[in-house]
């Protein structure tokens, strides 16, 4: 059980802490002065463990979390973002845990640093709120902070990206407190307006003593609507037996 509450924790990690969906990497662009975006994305993810030869554990479940990313200066960007989340676990076909509700709210500030020649640099510190229930494992009981350093190559029609951070996960939970993360991810626009993702993501396992840290790949695609709406989907593939399985993933960004 607890192994699909670990679970929980990196899909929430991966989703709400950046942005660019269906990409889990965040690009190092910025919204620009008074500018902004809301987004919204929703997805869906399977898992199965055979704990032993005589039980088997199955887990199903969704997040919908919303971001907003508001540019207060030219260069800098104050980042929000508000997960709900839902799962059910079930042991030999009997159901035997199930929750939903909010997680922790999350809020970041992304400082362009660099900008040049199709480079572009930018360091991400944030913090999480305990706003979710830790007992269902919907949050980690306690506020947490991470910092990324962001960097994009882009040359067009493609672009690059690649994230490495830190994480201080203080929980109640008895998780490790002090994770990492590494990321790269690449876009290229095939034809006007839309764009083929690729993404993929190692992170710290949480759980104490263990190796196995969960990684995955991802791939994607974005169309846009318009110049200002922005449509998404994405197949996520667990790479390591803590990852989900399969996560299946859209979304909408909404610019202004």
């Not at 006007?192 to 993404?199: E, G, P, T, Y």
Request: charged share 25%; net charge negative.
């Amino acid at each position: 059980m607890r192994g699909f509450l670990y679970l929980l924790g990196f899909l929430m990690i991966t989703t709400v802490a950046f942005a660019g969906h269906p990409l889990a990497t965040d690009d190092a662009g910025t919204s620009g002065k008074g500018k902004g975006q809301v987004e919204i994305g929703v997805s869906f993810f399977e898992d199965k463990d055979d704990a032993d030869e005589a039980i088997t554990m199955k887990a199903k479940g969704g997040e919908i979390a919303i971001g907003f990313a508001v540019g207060v200066l030219e260069m800098m960007d104050v980042v929000m973002g508000v997960p709900y989340v839902w799962y059910f676990v079930d042991e030999n076909g009997v159901r035997v845990e199930k929750a939903n509700g909010l997680s922790d709210i999350s809020f970041d500030v992304k400082w362009c640093l660099f900008e040049k020649d199709g480079w572009v640099l930018a360091l991400k510190p944030g913090v999480s709120l305990p706003s979710g229930d830790e007992d269902n494992g919907l949050g980690a009981g306690r506020a947490d902070w991470r910092i990324f350093f962001i960097g994009t190559k882009e040359f067009e029609p493609a672009a690059l990206h690649v994230n490495v951070g830190c994480l201080r996960n203080e929980n109640k939970t008895d998780e490790r407190l002090n994770l990492w993360h590494a990321s790269l991810a690449a876009e290229v626009e095939v034809v006007r307006r839309l764009k083929l993702m690729a993404n993929i993501c190692v992170e710290r396992s949480p759980e104490k003593g263990s190796d196995n840290h969960p990684s995955f790949a991802l791939g994607g695609i974005s169309y846009d609507v318009s110049e200002r709406v922005t449509i998404d989907a994405g197949v996520k593939i667990g790479l390591t037996d803590p990852a989900d399985d399969v996560a299946y993933l859209t979304g909408i960004t909404v610019k202004f």
